[in-house]
């Protein structure tokens, strides 16, 4: 009878990992392919959605297969902590952040892979799982690669054919990085397979992989994916070398022989002018793309640069805890602007609106502080540190080439997470965790027979073996085990729950794409519905409030344009947000508010040209509540940009008059007369010179 249950749990348990496995690998072809083309972000979102929802199912399933063997335990693992430490330290920046609800809504997207990595450890524990999850995953990027070639060829579905140059390389991720940043992780495995692989057959179609992965990122031209994948790849030759010696060169020598051969040829071809590196080329692009000089004038990373300048300011304000998971999109502004006021920075680097660093480690500490870099930081020691005592021990030669490819397309997302965000692009993040995950489950297949055996002594024997005290244990686990349907219905429920809170912000995105599509064939009334639809699903959706406050606006109704204003400013920032709420006070008569805003307006404009207008409005309210020396310094301001601004010469006479300035405001009028004689600033300027100079009479006189 023992062994009757046993064999029913075993069957049950096949049941339940086979359905997990499923959920994996409709994961891994799920998030690189699905896109939904009535949003705004067209590929992005729906590949998060994707992400979470999966994993919400994997989770589900995993609780249910515990539930049916009557047993809650996880494998334990020296990346269990870290990984569970860094689970916590996300949801508990909530208590910190500057923004609690937009930390709320970053939140599923790094809980999804953490989770992820606990459902692969504890389901994929044999050779053929991880076989299977690796075979789907390179034949998708595989076709990706191949897709990629056909984009450059500029074979592509009519819908796509808007983009040109290298952006039209993109896969179905939207963006050339983004492709390319999924590209780096499955490239790695595909190579140290191919070293690792003794059928021909199998080294032929890991070849065809690496060569359309391989095509389509150097098609990208992408410099940070070309540094992570270089880097992964000697990372990956110094590991196979030190497994297996100089016999690995030995073995491989006709294939090293060719990459050199490669590399010399290439060398030649960049280096000597020839047909095949002129202007237009791909060599040429290539050239142009990774050379030092064109790098240092390049505009994307003086962009860069100016970004990693301001995030050092967030970092110094919450050095420790950071300002909250996700909060850098909603601070990035402010920010920019006090980077910006510092000494040449302005002249020096592009204007831009920036929702990520560029950085991930500069990001994690500006979000989650010190605490939550060096939580991440010993994440990573722990897999290196556990991987490469793994690789020590496991004596087959495939594999150590699995678990070599897998810590190398790791290594290629923390190279090129130094200049991009990998992190935060969901098929990228998949594969990292995945990657993290599998590990783990390349040392269950080392012993799992083992396991297995232990695993059944265990349940046998429990009622003969255990001490009193544990068997209190057995009882009230027993007792939790009578409740088995309400526990597979609190289960389900609670998943579906899940699933409908991460999908709600994405149905917002979906109203918020057609408000935007009327809003710009000007029929407000409908836009303005679907921007309320939008609010009802994401009450916390910043835009949409944004989005309803310019309809209100402009329908002149401004206490409610006021209010959806405000609401949008806790949720999000917008560089003409500021002004938006300024002008909008002004004409209520709350002045103090509106020369608030109107000071944070100039400070995020996108060039100074721009705020010579704003800087006379500050002057002229400020004027209006009797403050007139910050006035004379608003107009001067004004001035300093644009010499030649009749308003602000006129204001400034003004503000020189209201402190008994005679001279100065004379000497300003006069220059409202120079450059504008015609104007109506210029009348008002005769006549009072006029009345100045006969108060200067009457002064002289009465001396």
Known sequence: MEYKKVNVIRQNQSLWTKAIEATIIVLLISTPLVFYPYLVRIFNPPKELAFNILVIIGLMLLFLKMTAQEEFKIVRTPLNLPVLVFMAICPLSLLWSNSPMVSL?????????????????????NDSQVNSLLTVLLIISSLLGLYGIFQYKGIDFAFWKGNVGRQQV???????????????????????????????????????GILAMGGSLILTFTRGSYLAIGISSF?????????????????????????????????????????????????????????????SKDSSFKRRKAIWGFTTLMIKDHPLLGSGLGTFKYNSLSYQAKFFDQGENRRLYPYGIADKV???????????????????????????NYGIKLLKRIEDEYKQGILIGLMGGVVAVLIDAIFGFPLHLPATLVLFWLFIGLIVSLKHSENNSGQEEKMVRVRGSQSKTKSNKSGKI???????????????????LLSLFLC????RPFIAQVYEFYGVRYAQKADYDTAAKYFQEALKWNPYFGMSYYNLGQIIYQKGIYTPAIENFEKAEKYMDHPDLPARLAYLYLKKGQLDKGITKLRQAISYQKNEKSMVPLYTDLGNNYMRVGRYK?????????????????????????AYLQQNKLDEAQDELQKVIEIAPDSQEAKYARDIIQKITQEKLKVKNDN
């Open 235 to 295: 990372f990956m030759l110094f590991l196979y070398l030190a497994t297996r010696g100089k016999g690995f060169i030995k073995e491989h020598k006709k294939i090293f022989i060719f990459i050199l051969a490669l590399i010399i040829l290439a060398t030649f071809l960049f280096v000597l002018p020839n047909p095949l590196n002129k202007p237009g080329t791909a060599i040429f692009k290539i050239k142009s793309r990774i050379s030092i000089s064109q790098l």
């Open 630 to 654: 910050p006035a004379e310094i608003a107009f001067q301001n004004a001035l300093k940009i644009n010499p030649k601004y009749v308003n602000a010469h006129y204001g400034l006479a003004v």
């Open 105 to 125: 809504l970053e939140l599923p997207l790094f809980l999804a892979g953490p989770i992820l990595y606990f459902i692969v450890v504890n389901n994929m524990k």
């Open 170 to 208: 993109f896969g179905l991720f939207g963006n050339v990085n983004y492709f390319a940043e999924y590209l780096i992780v499955p490239l790695p495995l595909a190579i140290s397979l191919f070293f690792a692989a003794r059928n021909r057959v199998q080294k032929i179609l890991l070849l065809v």
């Open 500 to 503: 409908v809170a991460v999908t």
């Open 358 to 384: 560029h950085n991930e480690y500069l990001q994690l500490w500006a979000e989650l502080g010190i605490v939550g870099f060096g939580i991440f930081l010993w994440l990573i020691i722990t897999y290196f």
């Open 474 to 492: 057995d009882r009230i686990e027993n007792n939790i085990y009578r409740f088995k349907p309400l526990l597979y219905l609190a289960i389900i």
